[in-house]
């Protein structure tokens, strides 16, 4: 019987026993078996901890992979992908998340070429691949903070004919609303940070995978070896976070679309931002992609510039400043700042994470503030 991600989050590790919540495993290593052998499969903590490996299967079920691995970081959990490649052809999107794209600006030091380009555009993604060459197509969905999206089975489909694999960076998107391995993907990463835990008290990274390719089974190798690793009170954290994941993101995203619709008349908005919004240029494919919904992140553009922008935030009552996302307290950002300087993220640009508040008193908060803009 095919299972909804709401039934599948609750149903992964369960304990063995009675107890209806899982215990933490805290032991950094294992006995050994009198004969010298290791029976039970456990051996040392940086590898075989039995709590992350537990959230491990909770993200590779409702991924859809055949197994997942938990990383101290979501830039651990992508900067593996990168260093396990042999020195390659990177195709990365324009808009991505910052800190990976200053990652990859210097990737050359670990012998890749990168290309960034905009992968909403089919014919820009064709013309940057170079077949037998191009080892990785990057694609984040929706991108952060303009959330442009990219139809990922068509890209797919682009880099596997050049030879290329896949890894989508998933994490605004979240497996309640995209799974990007049904749609081709050959990783998908995740910085659990943001909504898989959801409660801003985890620091935490995943990889999930359709198979146990030669490139993975190198990405696990690289974790283990450079330690990498989840702590296992985190990961058993995140192993609760998980069990509410399909309610918060659902929602989340409805509360995210009703903000979007009402701030699109508002006089000091000369934008909104937000794949669920008919006229946004994405918005067909994202249909398709996230048919659960279209996500709680959306960013506004302020007719008046930056100085408008940090002077919204700084009005605002209900809705705290600051960075990250996928929370359940609502989050407001003046982006630029924080990408510093050479970031391409407009400086009228303000990042809005929406958390379980009710939705009516967040928009009141934001529309009082907005308000004041405009009367001065
Ligand atoms: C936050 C984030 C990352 C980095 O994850 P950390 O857990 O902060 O290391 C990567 N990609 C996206 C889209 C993010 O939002």
């Not at 990057?138 to 489909?157: K, R």
């Not at 943001?194 to 801003?200: A, E, P, Q, T, V």
């Amino acid at each position: 019987m095919p299972r909804t991600v709401a039934t599948r989050a609750l149903g992964v590790g369960r304990p063995p026993s009675t107890a209806l919540t899982p215990s933490i495993d805290m032991s950094t290593t294992y006995a050994r078996d009198p004969d010298n052998g290791y029976s039970s499969g456990h051996v040392y903590g940086r590898k075989d901890n039995a709590t992350v490996q537990q959230a491990e299967r909770q993200i590779a079920e409702l991924e859809h992979a055949r197994d997942a691995l938990l990383f101290g970081s979501g830039m651990a959990a992508a900067v593996a992908v990168f260093t396990a490649l042999p020195p390659t052809h990177i195709v990365a999107p324009r808009d991505m998340y910052w800190g990976l794209r200053v990652w990859l600006q210097s990737a050359h030091r670990h012998g890749h070429e990168v290309s960034f380009v905009d992968m909403s555009r089919l014919d820009e993604v064709r013309s940057s691949l170079r077949p037998g060459r191009t080892g990785l197509v990057w694609i984040e969905t929706p991108s952060n903070p303009l959330w442009t999206v990219t139809d990922i089975a068509a890209v797919s489909d682009l880099a596997h004919r050049a030879g290329a694999m896949v890894c989508a960076d998933s994490t605004v998107a979240t497996p309640v609303l995209t799974n990007p391995l049904l749609f081709g993907v050959d990783i998908v990463m995740h910085s659990a940070t943001k909504y898989l835990n959801g409660h801003s008290d985890v620091v935490a990274g995943a990889l999930a995978s359709a198979d146990r390719s030669e490139l993975w089974l190198r990405i696990k190798d690289t974790r283990d070896q450079q330690g990498a690793v989840l702590g296992s009170f985190d990961a058993w954290l995140l192993t609760r976070g998980l069990r509410t994941l399909d309610l918060r993101v659902k929602e989340q995203s409805r509360s995210a679309a009703w903000i979007a619709e009402r701030l699109l008349g508002h006089p000091a908005v000369s934008a909104v931002l937000y794949p669920g919004l008919p006229d946004h240029p994405g918005h067909a494919i994202a249909k398709r992609q996230m048919p659960g919904g279209f996500g709680g992140m959306l960013s506004l553009r302020l007719r008046d510039g930056a100085a408008a922008a940090i002077a919204a935030a700084a009005q605002v009552q209900l809705w705290r400043r600051a960075t990250s996302f996928g929370g359940i307290e609502s989050l407001i950002e003046h982006r630029a700042s924080i990408e510093g300087e050479g970031s391409p993220c407009p400086d009228d640009l303000l990042r809005l994470s929406v958390g379980l508040e009710d939705p009516n008193d967040l928009y009141r908060d934001l529309a009082d503030s907005l308000d004041l803009l405009t009367r001065t």
